[in-house]
């Protein structure tokens, strides 16, 4: 655990690299499939004729999904969604920061969550003939994000614990200098049980310390902003011990976005974050995947359909929500596939924004009380949720270890 903590800080803080160390940007460059800075140590490696050959596998994969999706949906965020706030909140996200820009280009602030460790980029310098198996198994982890939209999780579990290039932090560097940003730094945090910050991840099995990355990129704006990627349960057992959500309601209110997130937001066993997403997005995109139609009050936000409602895949059965297709029968088309149906003709989307009179007596509650986390007022009454059974709890238990690690398609 030492020695993977420490192969971590070796290429993020930048303050202390040595001569011969690669930056964090160049890494994360060199893993793209980038040319590094010319003066970088990584340079000489790029004309490695492995290395180029992924960089064309990568050329012409990012290619791809940007026609097909990605600038489609820059363009349909950029038509739909009037007013962003600074902060957004991606739960059950894994590494998958290409969605969350895409949808929200303009934020300063991502938060993303996932069950996913943050792992290691140890110095690619020092690794010399081990790097082209890396980069292998790297472009393994991204195929499927890149052609159906999400993670697959049997896959995910064993490649973001193989190899020395491992976990989330790889894969967010890859999509950041991909998605045009410039890192600056990447420095291991965690999250006390108060919900306080701190610097360096915890080497302990104690509860209540959420752990994580935080990467400072920019722009060609050269406007500094941050991504936080956390490894943490997101169940209510999880995050009751845990400052997660404490961290994140100092950054309230935010967007909020979720896509293939297994359905765990209509079970009894994650109430804690759907409640705390009610209370403190001021807008949300989501798939059906999400928080039920149910807990949005309409008198307290405007739900706007688009796409094509055809229920859930084959392996989730039960979560059909009727409210969802008669909402949907006046939905308007969308051009980009999304979620666990990924073709266009039946993805569907929902944008649901708080109204502003909502959003202003929420501003107003929070000034009076900054440090309450009751659970919030546009979340359902206590009680049973339609189709609810009495193993509910066990149910919702058995879908995490279903899907442990990024919620998608088995």
């Keep these: 655990m030492i020695a993977a903590i420490a192969g971590l800080l070796l290429v993020a803080t930048t303050p202390a690299l040595a001569a011969d160390s690669a ?8 893993l793209a499939g980038m040319q590094p800075a010319a003066d970088s140590p990584l340079a000489p490696s790029t004309k490695d004729g492995n290395w180029q050959q992924h960089a064309r596998a990568f050329d012409s994969a990012f290619q791809r999904v940007d026609n097909s999706q990605l600038s489609r ?53 020092a690794m010399r003939g081990s790097v082209a198996h890396e980069l292998a198994a790297l472009r393994g982890s991204l195929s499927t994000i890149l052609s159906v939209s999400f993670f697959i999780t049997k896959n995910m579990k064993s490649q973001l614990h193989a190899g020395r290039v491992n976990g989330a932090l790889p894969i967010l560097y890859v999509f950041l200098v991909r998605s045009g940003y ?58 009751k011990n845990s400052g997660f959500l404490k961290f994140c309601e100092t950054l309230a209110p935010g967007d909020s976005f979720i896509k293939s997130a297994s359905y765990l937001l209509h079970s009894g066993g994650f109430t804690k974050v759907r409640d705390f997403l009610i209370a403190n997005s001021a807008a949300m995109v989501q798939d059906d995947s999400g928080i039920p139609l149910q807990y949005y009050d309409p008198q307290k936000w ?19 929500q009727q409210k969802y297709a008669e909402l949907f ?10 979620g666990y149906r990924h073709r266009p003709a039946e993805s569907n989307l929902l944008l649901a924004v ?45 879908a995490w270890q279903w899907f442990p690690f990024t919620p998608s398609r088995r």
């Design 302 to 320: 405007d739900l706007q359909p688009f796409g094509r409602y055809l229920g859930p895949i084959g392996v989730f059965p039960g979560r059909y």
């Design 182 to 239: 410039t890192i600056r730094e990447a420095t291991p945090v965690r999250v006390d049980a108060d919900g306080a910050l701190q610097t360096g991840a915890d080497t302990g099995r104690g509860g209540g310390v959420a752990n994580g990355i935080k990467i400072v990129f920019a722009d060609s704006d050269g406007e500094a902003r941050t991504l936080y990627y956390f490894s943490t349960n997101l169940a209510d057992d999880g995050v």
């Design 329 to 338: 029968k006046k939905s308007k088309p969308i051009d980009f596939g999304i």
């Design 73 to 125: 949906i820059r363009a349909w965020s950029s038509k739909n969604i009037a007013e962003t706030r600074p902060t957004v909140f991606y739960f059950f996200s894994g590494p998958d920061f290409l969605y969350a820009n895409a949808f929200y280009p303009k934020a300063k602030t991502y938060v993303l969550a996932g069950l996913e460790p943050v792992g290691t980029v140890p110095d690619l310098v």
């Design 23 to 30: 930056s964090p940007n160049d890494t994360a460059r060199f």
């Design 354 to 398: 708080k109204k502003a009179s909502v959003t202003g007596e929420q501003t107003e509650d929070k000034s009076a009380d900054q440090t309450s986390s009751a659970a919030p007022a546009e979340a359902a009454k206590p009680g049973r949720e339609p189709g609810h059974k009495k193993n509910t709890r066990r149910n919702s238990l058995r």
